[in-house]
């Protein structure tokens, strides 16, 4: 049985309540079995935040789950000697040893547990040995997999794009560029050059910027990802409006509708970029008109009953 197996019931939490299942067992279940995705999970969280929420006192501590820990206790605690077997393997190993270890090994060193490990030990020796302590810290982030962690950093990029941080951003995604380099696949890499188009426009590096957002609309309309090139011609849109170029704007915005209708935009969505069609040929865009249909694309993609779009007057 693997930990994808267990949802996480009110049973479950409340042996953990009790004592009976630790809350590091929890947490392996919750990370492994992803609860935010399984609509039974979160149910039974919900219920259970709201029974302690009414509870009259302490009286579900003497309830007891027999059978849930039967099922389930024996596999955690074996996945923590497990994760502290691999803790001690890494540390009696010299010190540039133990990366390639990690990246050798195809199903040791690896998951939540021995990462909480290492990061404990990391804290544990920050002001005795601070070399060793971020040596383990780099540990911890290689067992963790490199998806979820690029998948978090790549967000932080963005993030402090937006805020108009684009050296902190492009500091970023610099270092990530082996990471990245991991997954090549359409989906990564498109998302990774149009953050870079964003980075490279707020740089100033208008040609640059041009470049990497025709390169990142191009790429999404052979995947057939309507949305994304709509919204990253928009950031092209954006960087020719700055530069007072309104015949490409009404260009682009050409090339946005006859492209998109063969794509997986939903109608009104279509509809949308057809009203701002007529709008470029007015000469009417503006970066508020710009950023308001980027706000309406984005809600749309995931609302297909989404109501019309309007120019803002």
Not at 14 to 34: C, D, F, K, N, P
Not at 154 to 165: F, S, V
Not at 257 to 286: D, G, K, P
Not at 304 to 313: G, H, I, K, V, Y
């Amino acid at each position: 049985m693997v930990l994808n197996d267990i949802h996480i019931t009110r049973e479950l939490l409340r042996a953990v309540a009790r004592g009976e299942l630790s809350e590091r067992a929890l947490a392996q279940i919750q990370t492994q079995h992803l609860e935010s995705l399984c609509p039974f999970c979160r149910r039974e969280i919900r219920a259970w935040l709201e029974e302690q929420m009414s509870s009259p006192g302490p009286a579900y501590l003497l309830e007891t789950f027999p059978a849930v820990l039967n099922r389930h206790g024996p596999e955690l605690e074996a996945r923590l000697r497990e994760s502290e077997r691999d803790f001690e393997d890494l540390l009696a190993r010299p010190r540039e040893e133990r990366l390639f270890r990690i990246d050798r090994a195809r199903s040791r060193f690896r998951g939540p547990f021995l990462a909480e490990r290492l990061i404990q030990e990391s804290r544990r020796r920050t002001l005795a040995d601070p070399g060793e302590a971020l040596h383990l810290a780099e540990l911890a982030r290689a067992v963790l997999h490199p998806r979820l962690y690029l998948n978090g950093r790549h967000n932080l990029a963005l993030y402090l794009t937006e805020a108009g941080r684009y050296e902190q951003a492009a500091g970023l995604v610099a270092a990530d560029t082996e990471l990245y380099r991991q997954f090549p696949e359409p989906w990564t890499q498109l998302r990774l050059t149009w953050l870079q188009g964003k980075i490279a426009a707020g740089l100033g590096e208008a040609r640059e910027a041009e470049r990497l957002f025709r390169e990142t609309r191009d790429g999404f309309l052979r995947q057939g990802i309507g949305y994304d090139a709509a919204m990253s011609s928009l950031d092209l849109t954006l960087l020719y409006l700055r530069e007072g170029r309104m015949a490409e704007v009404q260009r682009l915005a050409e090339e946005m509708v006859a492209a998109f209708e063969s794509q997986e935009v939903h109608r009104e969505a279509l509809a949308a970029l057809r009203l701002f069609q007529e709008a470029a040929r007015r000469e009417e865009i503006t970066e508020s008109v710009v950023r308001d249909l980027f706000t309406y694309l984005a809600s749309a993609r995931s609302d297909p009953a989404a109501s019309r779009w309007n120019l803002p007057t």
